[in-house]
């Protein structure tokens, strides 16, 4: 799935415009671990979403 199609998808669900790439990236993620997108079509829009902006949040390791 492209982002164009992501965030018309989210737009649908959500009802309102996706405020970041960030949003657009949680909402892939959550569409794919529902199984509402492919592991190929999840990779593709982490790879364009990434490539505009978005990131994954950096979590601080414990040792």
Do not use: W
Request: aromatic share 12%; with cysteine; hydrophobic share 35%.
């Amino acid at each position: 799935m492209y982002v164009n199609e992501l965030q018309q998808a989210f737009m649908a669900k959500k009802q309102y415009e996706p405020t970041s790439s960030n949003e657009l990236l949680d909402f892939a993620q959550q569409q794919y671990l529902k199984g509402c997108l492919t592991l190929s079509d999840y990779k593709i829009a982490v790879r364009e979403l990434e490539q505009i902006g978005a990131s994954k949040p950096e979590f601080a390791h414990e040792n």
